[in-house]
């Protein structure tokens, strides 16, 4: 009776809140304190599928969903990215009969880091994908190996771990373990021998702190590596990317499978890899996953068109207090050939909780926008300064960069007959204020 | 000049980097030549070729790895001290200088015991904040953030009186060590870019004569962006 009130109440709260516009997690919290067992008493799918990792979760999930779905699979899946156990515990009340039976196949979640040893402790994941660790958001979650324990704490046994060969940290999980599925990237035309990145958290041996070597970088700490000292190296993949033509915006699985990609980044095509693993797991065919990743858009708002006056623009939503997710969006901006101006937008740090650090700055690769494609950089919001002070220590020259406090001076400023392109590289906390003044497609 | 950036590429969370670029650019604005030596744990040093020194914050695993090598030189790094040349020594780094620090499972590990401090980590919930400091050698507060996971304690050498944000242990109201011209605190990040002031105190003990500070434009509006930020959210906090 209490399973049936609580899911009833849990279900009436979302529709509610659905109507209002207003987040996922209320449900959840509500349920949670009528019946704070609820996640046990309720019967899950034969599959739970978790994603977690600094960065690309959303994306991860959305992709994997998409093929599953495409494929006739029942997924129920968090797509508003409410990613805590109150949040998940909205998905799973939410696609229960009221009899306590989750009415799907397959139970998608996309977990927060920190959190997920509690939301496992009642939902154990079957198989249990780790994208990467990255520095992010340092404020909250202190750094990579403090994120590594709280993750640690939420592996538990019999569920199979789906990891990223090519992150030491992350691979590190896999350490004793037998059934391990790893995925990865062989070298890729655009490796590097040595880093390209403001610092290196692959400097250093995970395991036995001893230095490591690299043979090769994908991008930043990402790549193949080995422990000088203690044998710790990149583990062989399972399912791996075989080759990416970044230019032609292609990608080969498998040596055999091509699949076009909407979205021309290293790490768009690790996502595409983690959900291509997973989707393989659930026994659909290489050939039907490349259908279906090819040429996808990810609807998740992380990559917007936009006009403004004449002009064309991408806006790649990146996350502040997360430099390789700065990083890859920067990349983008420097491959494109027919030249392109770069908008940065740096206004109020979090939009979920107070700070006004800007330390993370200094962890970006600032120094790559000095390449010939990116013609002028225009760097506005209220940290303006302090990305000024940032930019004066890379060697990009001074006349290349135009300053803006107000994120409406520095849009009137690009709205002009220049020919570039646009990129505006911003996070989910600012990327409102600047929609606001141009033309979404 | 000669600055060591010691342990970079192992105590390198945040952008600790910028603070030797920082002061090397102001020592190179006032006239200076100034060369920086990066070194790694296991690298040999003679500590006393050193005008300056500087150590940056790292992970807890990384901070034992370095406190074993940092031992070594223990008695340079001390007559370094005492001599009256600057250190600075952010985020964890610090923590090396007190008794002991015991880890959240226990075990203790012998510091250099410079200070009579010793340190407790724990592992369930990472202590982070914007704070404004205080002290008596800067007429302007000091800005920034704090992201660790350690509680002090029988601090007696206090650097900073804390207006915003977390202490060196549970509401002691004072954070960090000072000793000579060794300044010790949890700060983290390019502490002497976001204080331009504090990296102005720094470079004139160098110099032993005002360093340049008219470039200073951006970094210096910055500041009183973020200083009041945090004023407006110190005077929330007290309502």
């Known amino acids: ?441 | 000049m000669r600055l060591l950036h010691w342990y970079h590429d192992i105590m390198n969370l945040y952008g600790d980097y910028a603070n030797v670029s920082a002061l090397k650019r102001m020592l190179e604005k006032s006239g200076e030549s100034v060369t920086v030596d990066r070194l790694s744990p296991g690298d040999s040093v003679r500590v006393e070729d050193y005008d300056f020194i500087f150590i940056g914050s790292g992970t807890e695993r990384n901070q034992r790895v370095v406190l074993e090598d940092f031992k070594k030189h223990a008695e340079a790094f001390t007559k370094f001290v005492e001599s009256g040349k600057p250190v600075l020594m952010t985020g964890n780094s610090f923590e090396m200088l007190g008794k002991t620090i015991t880890d959240a499972q226990g075990n203790s590990f012998d510091g250099l015991g410079m200070f009579g401090f010793t340190v407790t980590e724990q592992n369930k919930t990472r202590q982070t904040s914007d704070v404004i400091y205080e002290c008596d050698f800067l007429t302007r507060p000091l800005v920034g953030f704090v992201n660790k996971c350690s509680s002090l304690g029988g601090v007696t050498d206090n650097l900073f009186r804390v207006r915003l944000g977390l202490s060196d242990c549970d509401g002691s109201g004072s954070e960090g060590v000072r000793k000579n011209n060794l300044f010790g605190t949890h700060l983290t990040g390019p502490v002497l870019i976001k204080n331009p002031h504090f990296l102005a105190y720094i470079a004139e003990k160098l110099l032993g004569r005002a360093p340049a500070t008219d470039y200073l434009t951006y970094e210096n509006a910055g500041y009183e962006v973020t200083l009041s930020e945090l004023e407006k959210r110190a005077a929330e906090e007290k309502q």
């Open chain 1, 1 to 441: 009776m209490r399973v049936f009130l609580t899911i009833l109440i849990c279900r009436l709260l979302r529709f509610a809140g659905g109507l209002v516009g207003k987040g996922s997690s209320m449900p959840g919290k509500v349920a949670l304190r009528l019946c704070p067992d609820i996640l046990s008493r309720v019967k899950l799918p034969p599959y739970i599928i978790a994603v977690t990792g600094s960065n690309g979760k959303t994306s991860t999930v959305e992709m994997i969903a998409h093929i599953l779905l495409q494929n006739g699979k029942r997924v129920a899946w968090n797509r508003e990215g409410s990613n805590q156990i109150e949040g998940v515990t909205t998905l799973v009340l939410g696609s229960a009969t009221l009899g306590g039976r989750v009415k799907s196949d397959i139970l998608l979640i996309e977990s927060d880091e920190r959190f997920a040893r509690y939301t496992f402790k009642y939902i154990k994941p079957t198989h249990y994908v780790i994208t990467n660790l990255y520095r992010d958001q340092l404020t909250r979650n202190g750094h990579p190996e403090w994120v590594y324990d709280a993750l640690a704490d939420s592996i538990y046994d019999g569920t199979q771990l789906i990891l990223n060969a090519d992150d030491p940290l992350v691979s590190r999980f896999g350490q004793g373990r037998e059934d391990v599925v790893w995925f990865g990237a062989d070298r890729f035309s655009s490796d590097t021998d040595t880093l390209c990145s403001a610092y290196d958290d692959g400097a250093y041996c995970p395991c036995c702190k001893a230095p490591m070597t690299y043979t090769s970088h994908h991008y930043n700490h990402i790549g193949h590596y080995a422990c000088t000292a203690c044998g710790y190296r990149r583990h062989d993949t399972d399912y791996t990317i075989t080759a990416v033509d970044l230019e032609k915006g292609e990608m080969t699985v498998d040596g055999k499978y091509k699949i076009a990609l909407a979205l021309k980044s290293l790490y768009n095509i690790y996502n595409i890899m983690a959900a291509y693993t997973v989707a393989s797991i659930a026994g659909i065919s290489g050939e039907k996953i490349a259908a279906d990743m090819n040429n996808y858009v990810l609807k998740n708002g992380r990559v917007i068109t936009f006009s403004l006056g004449s002009r064309r623009g991408t806006l790649l939503a990146s996350k502040h207090e997360n430099s390789i997710s700065y990083d890859q969006s920067i990349r983008v901006a420097c491959a494109h050939k027919d030249g392109c101006d770069v908008l940065i937008i740096v206004d109020a740090v979090s939009r979920k909780y107070f700070t006004s650090d800007v330390s993370w700055l200094y962890d970006i690769d600032f120094e790559m926008l000095g390449c010939e494609n990116v013609r002028q950089i225009v760097l506005a919001g209220k940290y303006v300064n302090d990305l000024a002070v940032r930019f004066s220590y890379t060697d990009i020259s001074p006349e290349k960069i135009k300053m803006f406090e107000d994120i409406g001076d520095a849009v009137k400023h690009l709205d002009s007959d220049r020919a570039e392109y646009i990129y505006t590289i911003t996070c989910f906390s600012d990327k409102g204020k600047f929609l606001a003044l141009v033309k979404e497609d």
